[in-house]
């Protein structure tokens, strides 16, 4: 079998095999406490205790992963510091990308923010910039999302519901109004690799028209494959292997013209948020990585001018310590990966690198003050497991978009953290617990487990067109929810502690009136001033492209700079790849 053919665990199996390893326990030690462990267990605990030594934590979006009462070097007997845990900031990154972590480089607050127009969305980041926000997080409404414009019968009814309504370069120049965005990272949450191909040309012509050097722009898209054909629930859908593409002309564009921009954020979090396991989540986006970079590779890229701009968003929920665990294990599978199979030389390139957003899908409505605490404990987890970014879900989220207190409020809980709790001082404090390392050793064997089943089956693309991957989401989906319902999954003051003491209210957002009619009336406009043949001429050529093997951003800036509307891009790529419809799984 060639080693193109040979899955990922295949390939660090063979590389494991060849590696010397040094144990940190020597024999005579382990078998000391081991006969000591025995021993005790045999008079501390009855027989029944001891036949329940093992359990599984059953919690909102876990991995099933067993764990025992107790933990002790026997956990992990093999276990070699070099190699398994390291030092901050040298291979294998178990503890962090960088020597000093937070003490030299502190993560970034990135609160979501998107609701009405792109007016009333510039004045929430205004307010959350003033209060300490150090990066900025967009979030944009369902049409925009679904690439429809504002005065699309679909949007009837959505426009600025959820997130901010961005039509054209128009609304993209009033949603970054002064911004200084050559001081200011961005987070543009694109979602989908078609619409990342029509919304970030709109925010590169906006900067171009501010003269902005690309050079200077900062910040990431999503740009993920995942959340377009596996997680949307839209009406149109373009098949996964034209997706994909688009993607793959993102990244090359973006890593050529815009360098410092993280070309593309492999996305966990809605996939686990739409229902699969902690474990799925992060082998999806390994495997969407890796073929990502394989095609990348074939374009003729070198691997090292690619993947150093590559970054992971994921999901942080109820299980505490498996969270941690979780980070640093795909953080060192991720070392091996892009050593081991893509042979890459530069540091930068393996680095496992993310943004973390504490999970939606564990707040609920049911005394909602309790959630403070749920996303307290989430952020706990995202920065001892040494994440570069945190949003920190606001409590009312339960109910709608976050009003600006609450949103206030959970600034104010990293803020907490990162300045008055000494948490932030050690790099990986939690590192060497014999739990620890076993669950994180445990976590990484799982996720490369779920990998070689992707690739077993020909590959992520492969696995989102032949469905399986959609079923697999069902099957945990709908496991969950039974648990839920049965409380073999246990909520707080939903299915156990409830209380008939009604809590005191909450203040709920309350969206702006009138911008689906503003948002209409800007449309009417910007299409009866625009040169209508110039833009009829770049959305022509846009078609050719997608006909053609050439990147298609270049031709996606021009109909962005021409005053072309996102609905019009999306007809393109309908018309240009065609329709495809997703497996029936009901």
């Known amino acids: 079998m060639s080693a193109k053919q040979r899955t990922t665990r295949e390939i660090l199996q063979s590389q494991t095999l060849q590696a010397e390893r040094t144990p940190l326990y020597n024999p005579e030690a382990l078998e000391k406490i081991r006969a000591d462990f025995k021993s005790w267990t045999q008079e501390a605990f009855n027989a029944h205790a001891r036949e329940a030594w093992q359990q599984t934590p059953r919690t909102v979006l876990g991995s099933d992963t067993p764990r025992d009462l107790v933990y002790t070097p026997l956990s992990c007997p093999d276990f070699d510091y070099q190699k398994d845990l390291g030092n901050p900031g040298q291979e294998p990154y178990t503890r962090g990308i960088h020597p000093d972590m937070y003490r030299g480089r502190k993560f970034t607050m990135r609160q979501l923010t998107g609701f009405g127009s792109a007016e009333d969305t510039n004045r929430r980041m205004q307010f959350m910039l003033d209060h300490g926000a150090t990066g900025l997080n967009v979030l944009f ?9 504002s005065d699309d019968p679909w949007a009837a009814g959505q426009v600025g519901m959820s997130g901010v309504a961005v039509d054209s370069i128009e609304d993209m120049d009033a949603l970054f109004k002064d911004i200084p965005l050559d001081r200011v990272s961005v987070s543009i949450v694109t979602h989908y690799p078609s619409n990342t191909a ?31 054909q596996l997680i949307r629930s839209g009406a149109e859908y373009i098949p996964p292997e034209a997706c994909f593409r ?3 002309d993102n990244i090359e564009f973006i890593r050529q013209q815009v360098p410092k921009w993280n070309s593309t954020t492999l996305n966990g979090y809605n996939l686990r948020e739409f229902g699969t396991s902690a474990v799925t989540e992060m082998a999806v986006a390994a495997a969407n990585a890796i073929a990502t970079l394989e095609e990348l590779i074939a374009r003729g890229h070198d691997v090292d001018a690619v993947a150093g701009r590559l970054t992971f968003f ?13 980070l640093r294990a795909m953080r ?4 091996k990966i892009m050593k081991y199979r893509f042979q890459a030389k530069n540091k930068r390139s393996l680095w496992m690198r993310c943004h973390v957003q504490t999970s939606g899908v564990a707040l609920v409505q049911q005394e909602p003050l309790n959630n403070v605490i749920r996303s307290c404990l989430h952020s706990l987890a995202a920065i001892l497991g040494g994440t570069q970014s945190l949003h920190v879900d606001s409590y009312d989220e339960a109910y709608s978009v976050p009003t600006e207190e609450a949103a206030l409020l959970s600034l104010r809980t990293q803020q907490i953290i990162q300045e008055e709790s000494g948490i932030t001082d050690v790099v990986d404090p939690l590192g060497g617990s014999f739990y620890l390392e076993a669950l994180t050793a445990d976590l990484e064997d799982r996720i490369l487990n779920e990998l070689d089943k992707i690739e077993q089956r020909g590959g992520y693309v492969q696995a989102i067109g032949d469905g399986s991957l959609h079923r697999e989401i069902v099957d945990y989906f709908s496991k969950q929810h039974a648990d839920i319902e049965q409380g073999e999954i246990k909520i707080v003051a939903v299915n156990t502690h409830t209380s008939q003491v009604k809590p005191p209210p909450i203040n709920v957002f309350s969206y702006p009136e009138g911008v689906e009619a503003r948002q209409r009336t800007k449309l009417a406009e910007l299409r009866q001033n625009r040169d209508e043949r110039r833009v009829q001429a770049a959305l022509q050529n846009l078609k050719q492209a997608c006909g053609r093997s050439e990147n298609i951003l270049p031709f996606s800036l021009e109909c ?16 240009a790849f065609g329709l495809w419809n997703p497996p029936a799984l009901w």
């Not at 409404?141 to 414009?149: F, S």
Request: charged residues 30%; hydrophobic residues 40%; glycine residues 4%.
């Open 198 to 228: 029509i919304l970030f040309p709109m925010f590169l012509a906006m900067a171009e028209e501010r003269g902005l050097s690309r050079d200077h722009l900062r910040g990431s898209v999503q740009n993920d494959t995942t959340l377009e």
């Open 560 to 575: 962005a700079r021409s005053r072309c509307t996102e609905g019009e891009l999306f007809a393109v790529f309908k018309e």
């Open 141 to 149: 409404d369902l049409p925009t999302i679904q690439m429809y414009d």
């Open 314 to 326: 994921w999901s942080v929920s109820n299980d505490f310590f498996e969270e941690i665990a979780r």
């Open 332 to 335: 060192r599978l991720w070392h």
């Open 246 to 248: 688009l993607q793959c």
